[in-house]
Each structure stands twice: as C-alpha cells, then as structure tokens.
C-alpha cells in the first residue's frame, strides 16, 4: 500500500515504534554474548558472538536464558 501525504514520515508513523529495550554486548562465562537488560540486573540472551562451534551447543549459551555478566 502506497501512503501519499503532505506530513513527514515520523508524524505519520508516529506511535508504532515499539518500545523495545536497547540490545548491549556483554561478557558472560569469558565469551562475549549479547541481550536485553532486564529490570532486576539481569540480561536475557539473544545471542552469542563466537567463532568456535561448541560454544553453540552449550545449553548455557541457548538464547533466551537469563544470566549475570561476569
């Protein structure tokens, strides 16, 4: 669907950002991983920056675990 309108982009879509938390880059068991900062200090897990496969296969690493940066 094409939208033609005089007002700018941001008004027009004004309301449908979500309010998604901001993801940071942390360390965590000495592998550097990235989540979401919860409300009680802790981080849920989206995902893990690694170039050495079995650091994807354990359980501790699996996205969505929330874990205490070292």
């Given at each position: 669907m094409i939208l033609y309108t005089?007002?700018?982009m941001e008004?027009?879509?004004k309301?449908?950002?979500s309010d998604m938390?901001?993801?940071?880059?942390?360390?965590y068991k000495g592998r550097t991983v990235m989540g979401y900062k919860m409300?009680?200090?802790r981080y849920e897990l989206t995902?893990?920056?690694s170039t050495d496969p079995k650091d994807f296969l354990q359980p501790d690493f699996q996205p969505g675990n929330q874990i205490s940066p070292d």
């Open positions: 005089p007002l700018p008004m027009v879509l309301g449908l950002e938390p901001t993801m940071s880059i942390l360390s409300g009680d200090g995902r893990i920056l």
